[in-house]
């Protein structure tokens, strides 16, 4: 059970003036629940001797830039073993529906209710014009390498924490958690999300058109 404080609040939809009569009606069971799903991922280096692999679980997103390197990314994306696509730019960004709406959303994702099993990949800055966001099932495995072809290594940040290297041979599986956030709603998933995208985001507010003179 979340409460705003701070500016956005996507994931906090509880007003933590009224929490005393808040908390009181869930304990009565008068509210609802949302499982907001969790990414986990496991990077990989192959010299096991001197390298456990790291294991992070996220809520919003898995970031993957160039770090201070003044060259483009060149990242392999695979999804069931499959190569998808080697990715030119500043870097991608993985993420949770939940995520949609954070660092995925400024990079030109679209927003995904938290209630739809999917995972979103968005392109940071593609060195492609045709290379738009995409959405896949949360069923899949993705698998994350540095082309043979990279200039440089590549960063790996977790909801924006534990920031490593991603080295050449290191590989990131990336899949969806087991262990989802059992969210309390204010209301319900449906009004719970618009409310926040109008209030933090304005979303689709402007000035309404006039009438037509009859």
């Known amino acids: 059970m979340a409460f705003h404080l701070g500016s956005l609040g996507f994931l906090a939809p509880f007003d933590f003036t009224d929490y005393k009569l808040m908390i009181k009606e869930v304990l009565q069971g008068n509210c609802q629940m949302i ?21 992070s679980n996220v809520l919003n997103e898995i970031v993957i830039d160039r770090g201070l390197s003044p060259f483009l990314s060149a990242i392999e994306l695979h999804m069931e073993d499959e190569l998808i696509t080697v990715v030119q730019g500043d870097g991608l960004i993985i993420c949770t529906p939940t995520g949609s709406t954070a660092y995925a959303c400024a990079a030109g994702s679209s927003m995904v209710n938290p209630g739809i099993p999917a995972i979103v990949i968005t392109p940071i800055c593609p060195h492609s014009l045709s290379f738009r966001p995409i959405v896949v099932p949360a069923g899949v495995e993705i698998k994350v390498t540095l082309s043979p072809i990279s200039r440089s290594s590549a960063w790996v940040s977790f909801d924006g924490q534990n920031k490593q290297e991603l080295k050449k041979d290191d590989s990131l599986i990336i899949k969806t958690s087991i262990y989802p956030v059992p969210s309390i709603c204010f209301r319900n998933q449906i009004f719970d999300w618009f409310a926040a995208l109008e209030n933090s985001l304005h979303w689709n507010q402007r000035s309404q058109q006039k009438k037509l003179n009859q």
């Open 35 to 55: 499982l907001r799903s969790r990414l986990t991922c496991v990077l990989n280096n192959p010299d096991i001797l001197k390298h456990e692999p790291s294991h």
